[in-house]
């Protein structure tokens, strides 16, 4: 028999033991902070450490003999559904999968199997052989590291400023007198569920509060997404100043939605709030998600589906027939013919078509009153809510040195999961194994008031693609940048296939203009999974880039590197027949296949050219400038590549058509757009990009 260690953010979490056909768990009683017994590991057991730690331990242990054979040398291995690269003949990065297990052997042993996910990273470790794997950063760190018991306090109802009472769970270190501060999390997909991936703040001396939002599980009141989050944050942070135990010092932790409430909290100004931990937040509503950029994301349905009833659904997210959901007219019957029921908060989003007070409320960036809380960020280049980072960007850029990190890489929103992610892949550093450790060197930092030296390092850290290596920088805009122009090209033309138009680095002197006809019923497609809740993932254009409604602008063939960092605008040049109409940029890198994969986008509904609270109709045929800026990206355009832009009107599965009529998105009536894009002269359309040196 084998025995195997389970770590956890560094915590020795349970032991493996397998031999002779069988498996055996002796899992650690959080709440005793003891081992269990030895028992043989079941299928539900193993059902829970799959979703717990991403591993399949009855799986590892039949394929162990089978990874010991097969694991050896260098390159590209694949056997039994399973595929792998190795650069020194020891680790083995799973390829093509979410959440991939990797392998590290040694003279033909597998020593260990290493997961890891957005926000935590797990090792399944031979007895003995820690030494050899991420957790020697820990032992070092942390080498006499106290642990407590997990105890639970019990289920509170906390009231909010208007009488609504919120369900919090309290967790707290067994046997710990003194005041502690406390990690908030609040959650809209129910508190009990996944809660044991935060035993680990409470292990290392931190209150555990989780609480369901407003409207949410076992909370009272209405649910709005996004809508109560700055009251409801700041009553909740004073709740737990006022409880005994507390040392009224707070930090809160989590992605996306649970992003979102963080800045929300932050944006009341509540003292006691001391930390964030920022991953993929969501952001304002024009900005980020619902009406980015004035149109109504239908990218978004999977997760509103999700979160349509009281309780989360995950199953609502997943259909075979999306197509046909969002071809459902009007956008008001849609809900309940695609579920059977109404979604009030659908209705209220729909029918709030501009930006206003029931807007106003739910964005934290401009309703922030400016506090200063120690912020470490995290994200990805394709991360579908990565306008909100973008937002946090802005916040703390001018915050002091020490208050800000910054860790960007070539993720989704699903984060730090993948190497390989819709036919793109990227190297063997793209995943990191550190994150967890961060996060607590921040929360030892700043509610601990423990000097470890986090604040130190570099205050950003990102991911080149095409380079496949990680930078440091001071900020963000990364300062090692400088701004350069690129400009759109050609000699005008009635229709447009890929190839037709140039990116030029001088502005061209002469003045063209190149129309496209934008059909509200036929439009683009934007390359998703729509059940896989992924909005914003690298893909392969090259076919609809071939449509007679995208415009497409392509360099020549570059005869250096050329490194992009940095978020980007696009200004362009517009003109139609209609009085609104969308314009979506994409950014693009061409491959010496030609293949055009898709690095970042941008959109913009013309009506809000001069800014969300100030909506202008188009004059027929009149010329109008657009400021579109995209998402986030650090590319090498290598050698031998091009750079595309490419410029349409409609994005199927990522927005909502605009029918081109004074009532944008929510109409039944469309009609045709003739929309053109002028450039040269004294209409130089232009790409606004950050050029590393």
Same mark, same amino acid.
């Given at each position: 028999?084998?025995?195997?260690?389970?770590?956890?953010?560094?915590?020795?979490?349970?032991?493996?033991?397998?031999?002779?056909?069988?498996?055996?768990?002796?899992?650690?009683?959080?709440?005793?902070?003891?081992?269990?017994?030895?028992?043989?590991?079941?299928?539900?057991?193993?059902?829970?450490?799959?979703?717990?730690?991403?591993?399949?331990?009855?799986?590892?242990?039949?394929?162990?003999?089978?990874?010991?054979?097969?694991?050896?040398?260098?390159?590209?291995?694949?056997?039994?559904?399973?595929?792998?690269?190795?650069?020194?003949?020891?680790?083995?990065?799973?390829?093509?999968?979410?959440?991939?297990?990797?392998?590290?052997?040694?003279?033909?042993?597998?020593?260990?199997?290493?997961?890891?996910?957005?926000?935590?990273?797990?090792?399944?470790?031979?007895?003995?052989?820690?030494?050899?794997?991420?957790?020697?950063?820990?032992?070092?760190?942390?080498?006499?590291?106290?642990?407590?018991?997990?105890?639970?306090?019990?289920?509170?109802?906390?009231?909010?400023?208007?009488?609504?009472?919120?369900?919090?769970?309290?967790?707290?270190?067994?046997?710990?007198?003194?005041?502690?501060?406390?990690?908030?999390?609040?959650?809209?997909?129910?508190?009990?569920?996944?809660?044991?991936?935060?035993?680990?703040?409470?292990?290392?001396?931190?209150?555990?509060?989780?609480?369901?939002?407003?409207? +949410?599980? $076992? @909370? !009272?009141?209405?649910?709005?997404?996004?809508? =109560? /989050? #700055?009251?409801?944050?700041?009553?909740?942070?004073?709740?737990?100043?006022?409880?005994?135990?507390?040392?009224?010092?707070?930090?809160?932790?989590?992605?996306?939605?649970?992003?979102?409430?963080?800045?929300?909290?932050?944006?009341?100004?509540?003292?006691?709030?001391?930390?964030?931990?920022?991953?993929?937040?969501?952001?304002?509503?024009?900005?980020?998600?619902?009406?980015?950029?004035?149109?109504?994301?239908?990218?978004?349905?999977?997760?509103?589906?999700?979160?349509?009833?009281?309780?989360?659904?995950?199953?609502?997210?997943?259909?075979?027939?999306?197509?046909?959901?969002?071809?459902? +007219?009007? $956008? @008001? !019957?849609?809900?309940?013919?695609?579920?059977? =029921? /109404? #979604?009030?908060?659908?209705?209220?989003?729909?029918?709030?078509?501009?930006?206003?007070?029931?807007?106003?409320?739910?964005?934290?960036?401009?309703?922030?009153?400016?506090?200063?809380?120690?912020?470490?960020?995290?994200?990805?280049?394709?991360?579908?809510?990565?306008?909100?980072?973008?937002?946090?960007?802005?916040?703390?850029?001018?915050?002091?040195?020490?208050?800000?990190?910054?860790?960007?890489?070539?993720?989704?929103?699903?984060?730090?999961?993948?190497?390989?992610?819709?036919?793109?892949?990227?190297?063997?550093?793209?995943?990191?194994?550190?994150?967890?450790?961060?996060?607590?060197?921040?929360?030892?930092?700043?509610?601990?008031?423990?000097?470890?030296?986090? /604040?130190?390092?570099?205050?950003?850290?990102?991911?080149?693609?095409?380079?496949?290596?990680?930078?440091?920088?001071?900020?963000?805009?990364?300062?090692?940048?400088?701004?350069?122009?690129?400009?759109?090209?050609?000699?005008?033309?009635?229709?447009?296939?890929?190839?037709?138009?140039?990116?030029?680095?001088?502005?061209?002197?002469?003045?063209?203009?190149?129309?496209?006809?934008?059909?509200?019923?036929?439009?683009?497609?934007?390359?998703?999974?729509?059940?896989?809740?992924?909005?914003?993932?690298?893909?392969?254009?090259?076919?609809?880039?071939?449509?007679?409604?995208?415009?497409?602008?392509?360099?020549?063939?570059?005869?250096?590197?050329?490194?992009?960092?940095?978020?980007?605008?696009?200004?362009?040049?517009?003109?139609?027949?209609?009085?609104?109409?969308?314009?979506?940029?994409?950014?693009?890198?061409?491959?010496?296949?030609?293949?055009?994969?898709?690095?970042?986008?941008?959109?913009?509904?013309?009506?809000?050219?001069?800014?969300?609270?100030?909506?202008?109709?188009?004059?027929?045929?009149?010329?109008?400038?657009?400021?579109?800026?995209?998402?986030?990206?650090?590319?090498?355009?290598?050698?031998?590549?091009?750079?595309?832009?490419?410029?349409?009107?409609?994005?199927?599965?990522?927005?909502?058509?605009?029918?081109?009529?004074?009532?944008?998105?929510?109409?039944?009536?469309?009609?045709?757009?003739?929309?053109?894009?002028?450039?040269?002269?004294?209409?130089?359309?232009?790409?606004?990009?950050?050029?590393?040196?």
């Amino acid at each position: 028999m084998r025995t195997f260690n389970l770590y956890v953010s560094g915590i020795l979490y349970g032991r493996l033991r397998t031999g002779n056909g069988q498996t055996f768990i002796c899992r650690l009683d959080v709440f005793s902070g003891e081992p269990g017994d030895w028992e043989p590991l079941t299928e539900k057991e193993n059902g829970f450490y799959k979703s717990f730690v991403k591993m399949d331990f009855l799986s590892i242990a039949e394929k162990l003999e089978l990874y010991e054979k097969e694991l050896k040398g260098m390159g590209e291995i694949s056997f039994a559904g399973e595929r792998y690269t190795s650069e020194d003949g020891c680790s083995y990065l799973q390829r093509d999968i979410k959440f991939p297990n990797n392998k590290l052997m040694k003279a033909g042993r597998l020593l260990a199997v290493t997961c890891p996910a957005r926000e935590m990273v797990s090792v399944l470790v031979e007895e003995g052989a820690e030494a050899e794997t991420s957790l020697k950063m820990w032992r070092e760190t942390w080498p006499d590291e106290k642990l407590y018991a997990v105890t639970y306090a019990g289920r509170f109802d906390v009231p909010m400023r208007d009488g609504v009472r919120l369900s919090t769970d309290v967790y707290l270190p067994g046997g710990l007198k003194e005041a502690v501060p406390a990690v908030l999390v609040r959650t809209p997909y129910g508190k009990e569920d996944g809660c044991e991936v935060y035993y680990r703040y409470i292990q290392r001396g931190y209150a555990v509060v989780i609480q369901d939002v407003r409207g +949410r599980n $076992l @909370s !009272e009141g209405e649910w709005i997404p996004n809508y =109560y /989050e #700055v009251e409801d944050g700041d009553d909740t942070l004073n709740w737990i100043a006022a409880q005994s135990w507390s040392s009224q010092k707070v930090g809160m932790v989590g992605g996306s939605y649970l992003g979102y409430v963080q800045w929300a909290a932050a944006a009341s100004g509540n003292p006691y709030l001391k930390a964030l931990i920022s991953v993929v937040c969501a952001g304002s509503a024009f900005v980020d998600t619902p009406r980015r950029g004035g149109s109504l994301v239908s990218g978004m349905l999977a997760w509103a589906f999700s979160v349509s009833q009281k309780e989360f659904q995950q199953k609502l997210m997943e259909r075979e027939d999306w197509e046909e959901v969002l071809n459902i +007219r009007p $956008l @008001s !019957e849609l809900p309940v013919k695609a579920l059977g =029921y /109404e #979604v009030p908060f659908l209705k209220k989003w729909s029918e709030n078509s501009d930006y206003n007070e029931f807007w106003r409320r739910t964005n934290w960036k401009e309703r922030s009153k400016g506090a200063r809380i120690p912020a470490l960020i995290q994200s990805g280049w394709f991360d579908d809510n990565g306008m909100g980072t973008t937002e946090a960007l802005e916040i703390v850029h001018d915050f002091p040195k020490g208050m800000r990190k910054v860790i960007l890489g070539p993720w989704q929103h699903s984060g730090n999961s993948r190497y390989d992610m819709h036919g793109v892949s990227f190297g063997s550093k793209a995943l990191r194994f550190d994150l967890d450790y961060i996060y607590f060197q921040w929360f030892e930092r700043f509610l601990k008031g423990i000097e470890n030296g986090i /604040e130190k390092t570099a205050p950003v850290e990102y991911y080149t693609v095409g380079e496949e290596k990680w930078k440091t920088a001071e900020n963000w805009p990364a300062p090692q940048t400088k701004t350069a122009d690129i400009y759109l090209a050609g000699e005008g033309w009635a229709q447009t296939s890929a190839g037709d138009g140039r990116l030029v680095f001088e502005k061209p002197e002469r003045e063209y203009a190149d129309a496209y006809d934008y059909d509200p019923e036929n439009p683009a497609v934007h390359i998703i999974d729509m059940s896989e809740n992924e909005i914003e993932v690298p893909e392969d254009y090259t076919e609809e880039e071939k449509r007679q409604d995208m415009l497409c602008y392509t360099s020549e063939i570059l005869d250096r590197d050329i490194t992009i960092t940095g978020d980007m605008t696009a200004e362009l040049y517009i003109s139609s027949d209609a009085p609104d109409t969308d314009f979506i940029v994409r950014v693009t890198d061409v491959d010496e296949k030609g293949r055009s994969i898709k690095l970042a986008d941008g959109i913009l509904s013309a009506r809000y050219r001069n800014g969300f609270e100030k909506l202008e109709f188009l004059t027929k045929d009149e010329v109008a400038c657009l400021k579109i800026r995209t998402t986030k990206i650090s590319n090498c355009f290598k050698k031998g590549h091009r750079i595309r832009v490419t410029v349409t009107s409609g994005a199927k599965n990522l927005v909502f058509p605009n029918s081109n009529t004074k009532d944008g998105y929510n109409s039944t009536t469309y009609v045709v757009a003739r929309n053109k894009v002028y450039h040269g002269g004294s209409h130089a359309s232009r790409l606004t990009v950050r050029v590393e040196d």
